[in-house]
Structures are given as structure tokens and as C-alpha cells.
């Protein structure tokens, strides 16, 4: 959904693995726990892997997907779609879903929203059409040219020409305009969706779109799935709904070719496709000028975004953040024209609301799980404003919405349960529970409190419509005061025997009021594009006010409008603007009754065997760079098992070889097998035959990765290890691990151990490298000869880094020092330098490296963006950031007992390029003076990375 990522690019793995040398590089740790007992249900469209406890959810997904699987792809023209595998992930925090390949699957996180964003559609219904979307979108596409690259090179070819020649923004507003179509609650109905490019486009600030493309410094542009909805909606609309399935047919015949849908497009509707987009949005700004009549034009300004008014002990709070700063909890009371910074926090508006009473703060934040990525938490915490203080009060669970309760003595916050169920769970202040609730029939997605024994709810039944509804914790008894409803309602607020909370309300979101007793209702707002987060105090209302330049907390009289409740909860909340119907289709609503039916049908489920898919191979090809080489990749669904092998023919020998790698990832540890067979042949001098030799070797490895958050910081631990041994018909002295020469047979055992670890400050939107943080890396390799100890060797490398805040907003500053050393002398098995791997430039920068028995190098930085110009050059290239680096490198290096001193300083400019309107890259400039040698000033292109030396 939100962070879809459609198509994954699997590494090609085509390198050769080096003989008893141990990199465990990037460790992929995106699993689930190990103590999940999966089951899988198996129907004509779908497989659907779950855990033994989602035995309901699991069935009702199966019968969601084959119920959709007749519907979401007639547009292109998919009579008998292929069968997929579904794998439901219990023990996310976010909701998500996303839609790969390599292997081909589908993967859904957590079974319900609590928030606003994806509307109130059922969370398995809003992903068994959009996902299912994707599913279609790439079986299609896997035609013709792209057909032939998916048998050349399986599924990771597939995936890189789908990158190539299509956009995120067409899948996913695909998607969306889907989701939108077949029913009566997606996304495209609800004014939330588009509220940012409402913004915009009414404001003069219309993304051009090389700019919404690239993305910007400036400002916050909506995503993709926002602008693709309204291109592939309007099209669908304009030229039929077969012309975006007649593009993607004819992209797919030159898939290499990232030009190759402005050049179809123009064919297929006669109309060239900037113009095409230029109307969409002139379209979109003339319908919603409509919502502005007698309201001034606002002046262009500083992006900020404010979210959450509280007043506490007659102090005004909110959240605020901007592009150069983390949000955190500022005050601004009447009498102040500045608000003040409290305390910056890590909080996500988004996915969870805060409160704050008797100088207490609750929020809860998103945690990474140490060692597995598809579990995390969100647990909850308190900043205490008189002791200036912040305290974790739970651990390991998935919280949200917490409300502090009248007296101030507990926590109440909505919880999904280890087995995903969901309940209303009371901590008191030192995290323990006091009470938890569960509701049958329907979900809670937030609850305030009216008084100490009574809350009020938004409850959210099995189809996902909405109510408001009144609960007495002592008797557990409902009373329904609005709804149900698809109306996208949120941000409940009490005060004073009154419910304010925010809704969907003809083509905009405003804030609206409720009498509990009588049920009356009436509207509080009329802003033209979004009233959020309501807070009365007294007479007063705070509200979150949306405009050309983010949010912004506003204050008003309260001053309501009666409106009849039916009217808000009915279809007749929606206008007739793009923000709710952009598409001109009427609603399509599946009754409960058959919605019902469709979820209830029983299926049969069996034990999972874990190693499904691990032996087929997904991705694969036929040459690489040493020659011709067939070779193979493969992973299980769970992506706990993985598997690489090669046999070549190398392009310079002319001589055989084999590869192979094995990786079980399920445990805490990542355990990997990997092992080689090589044919070597050399010529050392035009007067001596070729002397051939063979080298076999095998490793084992075992890495324990560890991850944290704390605060803003990220933190991350990688302890690895591996032992393994080298046979090599015949060794010479000055014998790489890589190249290799001849003289004697001998064996070695090798060993290696290595150690990384990484805290590092969370990057402010404009930010080059973190403002603070430090990282350490130590490797350490041994080859032991069992016959002739000369031939054994060691080696040792190390780097350390630091990050300081700079003098001026955005800079930072940076210092590194790394070392290398091994066996002296050169008769021995000489290893391949591990820094050359690992480091862009292994010396100070302008000289080239050569093998060295050590060295020690120091490097300084100092960085500094210098412009965002958002210059566009003809849809060639779209320059985001111009920024600099200087810099001061020294490195003594130690030859042959030999030392040298190697000296430069000088400037980086980098250019953040988005270019041929696919690659996100940096280009830079380098001007180097050599300090060690009277050489003059060198300059040098070269392609740089974002962060890091």
C-alpha cells in the first residue's frame, strides 16, 4: 500500500565467490520470527501462507482474492489469471502490502489501519483489489521482448526491464484508480488522498513533471500513487479503459527503452504526453478553484508541517516539523507571535495519535525488531514536561492512540495482540496492564475518554464501516451515535458534553460536532481543502489547517452549521471535484450480505513445508563478465532459505569453474555454506610453458546481526565468523587469492571474523551525512598452510567514522581513519586487500591504490549543500541539489619496507541528478591537489554515493 515496493530488483549474483575470503556484506534479515508454525490454503488464483493462528484471516483472504480474481483484471483482458503466492505477515507494526518478484509473490502486513490513510474499506478487501492489481499489471507485462528477457534471465531480468520502461506512478495509480473503481471506499473517493496536490495546484505551485518526478528540497510533493491516480483516471476517462493495457503491450516490445512510454502514448492517443499531463493538473486546479471562491490566495512560503493542537494547563502545544528540522512539541500561547521548541521527539503523526494532559506527553514509537525485519513494535512513551524527561513504559508490544485518563493515572491505547486480534488496553504509568477489552463484531481503531467509566470509539465492523459509538467499561455495553459509515471519520475529541472529530465532507475534510445525547450533529469548519485534528477549549477550536505551504494549527470561535447526520454518513458526503470524484463512476458496493458470503467460504488448509519454491529457480542467465557462464538463483517464500550456483567457462583461461553459496536465514544466526571449483591456467613468461593448477575450497559461515532504535538514532551490530579450507594443486609465492600462480600443492585452513557496528543520527530532509553518530568496522583473515607454514598469511583491517554537526544549518562535518595490514614479504599467499572492496578511495584521494603490507589513512570532511535549483535540462536530466565537500586526506602507506606519505586536499561538488527520468544518482566534480608531490591541481568526474567517504 503505502511503501509498495512492486517490483524488486533481486541481485544478479554473477560475481565469483573468492576462494577463503569471507564478506558478509549486507546481511538481508527480511523475516519473520522463528516461532511461527505455517499453514497454507491453496485455491485455483491463490496460495495463501499464514500463521496457524490466522486460520479465519487466512480464509477469508483466499476467498477475497478468488472473488477479485475475476474482476480486477478484465481490463486487461485476463480471462485465467496464474495462481500466486500470499504470504500474510502477522508481526508488523505498519499496515502495508506490496506486490515482487524473484520469487514472484505477494506479501500483506497486519490486518487492520488505525489510521485514516487508507480509508475504511476491509484492510484484506482494499488489498485483495490493489495488490491483485500488481499481480495483473506484471503478469501482463511479461509479454513479447520482456517475455524473451524473462527466459534469458528469469525473474530479476523481468523486473529490471519493467523498471526500465515503465514508472511506479503508473502501477500504483493503477492500482489506486482500481481500488477506487470496484468499490465504494477507495482512496480516489476520499478528499484525505489528495489533499497536497489540492494544495499545490490551487496555489500557483503546480510540480512540473520532471519535478514530481525527481522529487524536490523545496517543498513536499504528494507521492507517486497521488499523481498516478489522476493521469491514469483521466486517461481511462478520455481514451477508454483498454489504453493503459494497449501502452504497457507495446512498452513491453522495447522495454529497454525509458523513453518508450511518451513515445507510445503520443501513438496510442494522438496527444503528446507533457501536454497530456500539463491538462490534468490545469484540470484538476479548475475544478477545485470551485472550493475558493471569496478565500485569498495564500502566499508562498517555507514549507512546515504542524499537526495535533493540545492545551494543557492553559498552555497552547503542538507538533511541528520542517524541512530542517525533526518534528518535536512546540508552545505558542496567545500572547506569542514564535512558537518555541519543547523537546524534538520521534513521533509519526501518521500512524498514531498523542496526547498530553498534567504535562504529560504519550506517544508511541516505531521499533525495530533486533534481528528480524518483518517483526517490529510500536511501544509507548511519556515525556514528562517539568522534569524534562522521556521514558519508555512498554516493550515488545504494538500499540496505538494512547489517551491519558481524566484522573492521570493510566494510559488507554488500542492494541494488536501477539495472536492479531485487537483489543483496548489500560497501562498504568509504569507500563503495566490494567485492564484490557475486546470487542466481538467489530475492531476499535481509536477510543478517547468522556469520564473516568465511559470512553468514545470509532469502531470499524468486518466490511470496515465506520461508527461512533459511546462504552461503558464497567458493563462493556455499546450505544451507536453515528453511522456506519464509508465516510473516512477520525481525531475524536470530548469536551464539555460535545464529540468533535474530523470527516469527508464534499470534496474536502472538515471538522464536525456531535451532541451525544440528542445525536444532533453540525459542521465547524469550511476550509477549501482539509480541517484536521479538532481540540475545543472552551469556546474555542484548535484545528490542523492544510494549505500551499503543508499544515498549520489554526484558532477559531467555535461556530457550527447544523447538518442532518444521515447526509454525513450517506454517499451524499462526496462532491463532484477531483478530491472524491475525479473518475465520474458511481460507487460500487458490494452489500453485506454478499460480502459476507464471499468471505465465509470454508477451505482446507495443510502444513507449510518451509523450503517451498527454495530449489526453483527464480532468476537466472548465461553469461557474465569472466565468460560464459550458466548459473542460477533461488529463495523460498519465506525468504529463510536461499541458493546460488554457477558453472563457467573463464573469458581469459579458457578454463571451467563452479560456484556455489547456500544461506538458511530462519534463526537468529544466518548460517551459509559456500564453496568452489576453479581450473587455473597461466603463462608467467613467453619463454616457460603454461602451467595449469586447480583450486577447490568450502567455508562456513555463521553471522548474528543485532538492530536498535533509540531516539532518533538507528544502531545496528553484525558479529560474523567463518571457517573453511583452500586446496590448491600447486602455490606459488606472490599467489592472490584471486589470480593465482604455480609452484607446490598445498592446503590451507582459513578463518575470518568480522565485526561491524553503526549509530547514526536520523537525516533531516536536507541533511548530506547524519549530524552525529560513529561507526566501526574490523575484519580480521587467516590462512593457516598445513604443509609449508611459509605459505600461510594473515590479515587485519579496520575503519572508524564520526559525524559532527557543521557550522551552518545542514552542514555536517566528518572524520574517518582506517588501517590495513598483513604477512610482510611476498612469500606467502598474499591476500586480496579487503578495503579495495569495501572503500571508495582506499588511499588519500588522487592517488591509486596498490597493494600495500600496511597503511594507515585519516580523512576529514566538511559538507555543505550550496543550492536546490530544480533546473530541468529537456527531460534528460532534472538537477535537484548542488552541494560541496572539503576535504583532507593523509595516508602512510608501507611497500616492500618502504614507507610513503601520501597527502591531498581539495573539493567535491556533487550534482543530485535525477536522470533520463529513471536513474536517482550523484555526479561529481573533484579538484585535487596532490600535497605529497609537486603535481599541480588534478580535476576528475566520478559518480558518487549520498552519504559516507
Known sequence: ???????????????????????????????????????????????????DYLMGEGNEVANLIDHYSKVVGTSYDIKNPQQFTLVLRPETSSPNGFVTLAPRRSEWFSPNTVTPLIGSLNFYQALAIHEYRHVNQMDFFNQTTTRVIYWLFGESGEALVSGIGLYPWLFEGDAVWTETTYTDAGRGRSPRFMSRMKALVTSGQTPSYDAILAGTYNTNYPNHYVYGYLLVARAYRLFGPDIWPKIMARIAQIPVNPYELYVVFKQETGQDFITFYNETMAE???????????????????????????????????????????????????????????????????????????????????????RYELRGTSDLFVYDLKEDSVRRLTHKRRLYNPQISPDHKSVLTIEETPLSTWAVTLFDW?????????????????????????????????????????????????????????????????SEDTLSFEADWKGAVQIFRLDPRSKALAQCTQEPIAAYRPFVDHAELLYVAEDANGTQVRRTRAQCTPVAPESLVAFRFLGDTPS???????????????????????????????????????????????????????QNY???????????????????????????RKYVPVFSLLGGYEERSLKRDFNQPRQNWTDNHAAFMVSVPYSFDLGFYHGSHLVSGSIGYLHSSDIVHNRTFETGETSRDDIMRTSSAEYHFELTKQLKPRELTPALGLGLDYSYRNAAALKVKDDSTWQQYARSRFYLPGFLLNNTMSMAFSMEEQKSGDNHYRSKSYADSVETNVFSRGYDFVDADRYQKVSYEYNAPLAYPDANA??????????????????????????????????????DVLLLRKLDINLGLRITEKLSEDKGIKGEGFLATKAGF
Not at 560475481?15 to 558478509?24: D, V
Not at 534479515?29 to 505455517?38: G, N
Not at 502444513?607 to 532468476?619: I, N, Q, V
Open 1 to 51: 500500500m503505502r511503501y509498495d515496493r512492486l517490483i524488486g530488483l533481486a541481485f544478479l549474483l554473477t560475481a565469483k565467490i573468492a576462494s577463503a575470503q569471507f564478506e558478509s556484506g549486507a546481511l538481508d534479515t527480511m523475516q519473520s520470527s522463528s516461532r511461527i508454525h505455517w499453514k497454507i490454503i491453496t485455491t485455483p488464483s491463490v496460495r495463501v501462507v499464514f500463521p
Open 284 to 370: 484538476a486546479a479548475k475544478a477545485w478553484a470551485v472550493d475558493f471562491k471569496g478565500k485569498t490566495a495564500q502566499k508562498v512560503a517555507d514549507y512546515r508541517d504542524e499537526d495535533y493542537p493540545i492545551v494543557d494547563a492553559g498552555h497552547h502545544y503542538f507538533l511541528r516539523k520542517t524541512l530542517d528540522t525533526y518534528r518535536g512539541l512546540y508552545r505558542q500561547d496567545l500572547e506569542e507571535k514564535v512558537p518555541t521548541l519543547i523537546k524534538e521527539l520521534p513521533i509519526n503523526p501518521e500512524m498514531s495519535r498523542v496526547d498530553l494532559k498534567a504535562q504529560k506527553l504519550v506517544y508511541v514509537q516505531d521499533l525495530v525488531d533486533y
Open 430 to 494: 509504569q507500563g503495566d496492564v490494567i485492564k484490557t477489552l475486546s470487542f466481538a463484531g467489530h475492531t476499535i481503531d481509536e477510543a478517547i475518554w468522556k469520564d473516568a467509566t465511559t470512553l468514545y470509539a470509532i469502531a470499524r465492523d468486518p466490511q470496515g464501516y465506520k461508527s461512533i459509538v459511546e462504552i461503558n467499561l464497567d458493563t462493556k455495553t455499546e450505544m451507536q451515535l453515528l453511522g456506519p459509515t464509508r465516510n473516512n471519520i477520525f481525531a475524536l475529541n470530548a
Open 580 to 634: 472524491d470524484n475525479f473518475q465520474k463512476i458511481p460507487p460500487t458496493v458490494l452489500p453485506l450480505p454478499a460480502f459476507n458470503q464471499t468471505i465465509a467460504e470454508p477451505h482446507e488448509s495443510e502444513d507449510y513445508a518451509e523450503l517451498d519454491g527454495g530449489f526453483k529457480p527464480h532468476t537466472w542467465h548465461f553469461f557474465a563478465g569472466r565468460g560464459a557462464e550458466l548459473s542460477a538463483t533461488t
Open 638 to 664: 519465506l525468504n529463510t532459505f536461499g541458493l546460488f550456483a554457477a558453472v563457467g567457462e573463464d573469458s581469459e583461461e579458457k578454463r571451467p569453474y563452479a560456484n556455489l553459496r547456500l544461506d538458511y
Open 874 to 911: 529537456w527531460g534528460w536530466a532534472f538537477l535537484k541539489r548542488i552541494s560541496s565537500t572539503l576535504f583532507f586526506d593523509y595516508t602512510h602507506a608501507d611497500f616492500m619496507r618502504k614507507g610513503a606519505e601520501l597527502k591531498s586536499a581539495g573539493a567535491e561538488f556533487k550534482f
